[in-house]
C-alpha cells in the first residue's frame, strides 16, 4: 500500500500547490502517479481559488481543499488540515509559508524541496531542479524522492459535456468544425509577459488574410477591453466569447485549430486539452515553463541577452515583447501549421 517503506500504510495525501492557474495546471502531472502508487489512498490538493477549476474532474484528485487569504488565517489553515490527518503532506510550492504549513501538518512524511530556509520542514527532501528542467519534471522529482515510480507523464485539465454545448450554443455559424479557427490569447500575469495589443490585431489580420482564419478573441477578469481594443483594431472581423468559467475554456481551446497565446493559463491549458500552440515568451523561459507537450512551437525576440530574466518590471524599455516583429510570430505560426500538419 506505500511506495516507501518505515512510516506505516497510507491513507490519504495532501498535495500543495497554491497560486497560478498554469503553475497548477502543471503540477497535476503527480496525480495518477501517486493514484498508482497509492491506489486506495485519498488524495487532495490545497490550491486557491483561481485555480479551483484546474482540479475539477481529475479522476485522480478526491477533494480540493481552498485557501482564501481573506477570510483564513494561517493558524486556521494549519488547524483545517491538521484535522485531516493526512500521512503524506507534498509541497510543491515550497514557499515560507507553505513549508511551515508542511512542517506543521502532523504527516509523517513530509515532502519538500531543499530550498534555503525551508528543509527544516521536511523530512524527505528533493533536490531543486527549477532552472534545469521542465516544472513539470520539477514536480515529478518530489515523488521520486517519496519512492514513487514515474509511470505517466500527463498533465491533467477536464471539462463536461455541459461546458461544451455552451461553447456550441454561442459560436458563429461560420466556426464550424473543419474550418480554421485561431484563439488569439492576450492575457499574461505580469505586463513583461505581453506582447502589444496592436501586434496581435495586425498578426489577427494577417491569419485572416492568409489563411482565411477565424479569429476568436477570449477574455478573462478583467480584459474584455483588451479583447475590444484588438477587434477594433483589426481591418478584419474577430469573434468575443461570452465570459466562460476556465473549464468553459478548455472548451473553446479545444475547438480551435490552434491557440497564439503570452505565456499564461490559457496557454497551459490549451496544451493539456491538445490544442497546439504558439507561445511568445520573454522574461520566463519556454524550456522550463513553456507549453507542454511535443506538438508546439515557441517565439521569442533572439538575440537579447536578458531573455528568462523572470522580471515582473523591465529596467530597459522591455525588449523582449516590443521589439518582437509580428513577421516573426507570424513565421512561428507557419512552424507550427508545419509541424502539426495543418492545412487551413
Not at 38 to 60: D, M, R
Not at 304 to 317: F, Q, V
Not at 330 to 339: D, F, I, T
Amino acid at each position: 500500500m506505500t511506495a516507501s517503506s518505515g512510516y506505516g500504510p497510507v491513507h490519504s495525501i495532501l498535495v500543495i500547490k497554491l497560486r497560478a492557474v498554469g503553475d497548477v495546471l502543471l503540477s497535476t502531472i503527480v496525480t495518477k502517479n501517486l493514484r498508482l502508487a497509492y491506489p486506495l489512498a485519498q488524495i487532495h490538493y490545497l490550491t486557491e481559488s483561481p485555480s479551483l477549476e484546474v482540479l475539477k474532474g481529475n479522476p485522480f484528485v478526491d477533494d480540493v481543499l481552498v485557501y482564501d487569504r481573506k477570510s483564513m488565517s494561517g493558524i486556521g489553515l494549519i488547524s483545517a488540515v491538521r484535522r485531516r490527518r493526512y500521512d503524506v503532506v507534498i509541497d510543491l510550492f515550497g514557499n515560507p509559508r507553505t513549508a511551515l504549513l508542511t512542517r506543521l501538518s502532523g504527516a509523517s512524511r513530509r515532502v519538500g524541496f531543499r530550498f534555503r530556509g525551508r528543509s527544516y520542514a521536511y523530512n524527505i527532501l528533493a533536490e531543486p531542479r527549477g532552472n534545469m528542467v521542465h516544472n513539470t519534471q520539477f514536480n515529478l522529482d518530489a515523488l521520486v524522492a517519496l519512492g514513487v515510480a514515474i509511470q505517466d507523464r500527463s498533465i491533467y485539465f477536464s471539462f463536461g459535456d455541459d461546458d461544451a454545448r455552451y461553447v456550441d450554443s454561442f459560436l458563429p455559424p461560420g466556426f464550424v468544425r473543419g474550418s480554421f479557427v485561431v484563439c488569439v490569447n492576450t492575457g499574461g500575469g505580469w505586463y513583461t509577459k505581453r506582447w502589444g495589443l496592436d501586434r496581435f490585431a495586425a498578426l489577427s489580420d494577417r491569419l485572416v488574410e492568409e489563411y482565411n482564419a477565424r479569429i476568436v478573441l477570449p477574455w478573462g477578469p478583467g480584459q474584455l477591453p483588451e479583447a475590444q481594443e484588438i477587434r477594433k483594431s483589426m481591418a478584419r472581423e474577430a469573434f468575443i466569447p461570452p465570459a466562460t468559467t476556465l473549464r468553459q475554456l478548455g472548451a473553446l481551446l479545444k475547438r480551435c485549430s490552434i491557440v497564439v497565446s503570452n505565456d499564461s493559463g490559457p496557454l497551459h491549458i490549451a496544451a493539456a486539452v491538445g490544442t497546439p500552440v504558439l507561445g511568445i515568451y520573454g522574461p520566463t523561459d519556454p524550456f522550463l515553463q513553456g507549453p507542454y507537450g511535443d506538438n508546439h512551437v515557441v517565439v521569442r525576440n533572439e538575440g537579447l541577452d536578458c531573455l528568462g530574466c523572470n522580471l515582473t518590471s523591465c529596467p530597459i524599455g522591455h525588449p523582449c515583447m516590443l521589439e518582437l516583429s509580428v513577421d516573426t510570430v507570424l513565421e512561428g505560426v507557419r512552424q507550427l501549421l508545419a509541424k502539426n500538419r495543418i492545412t487551413p
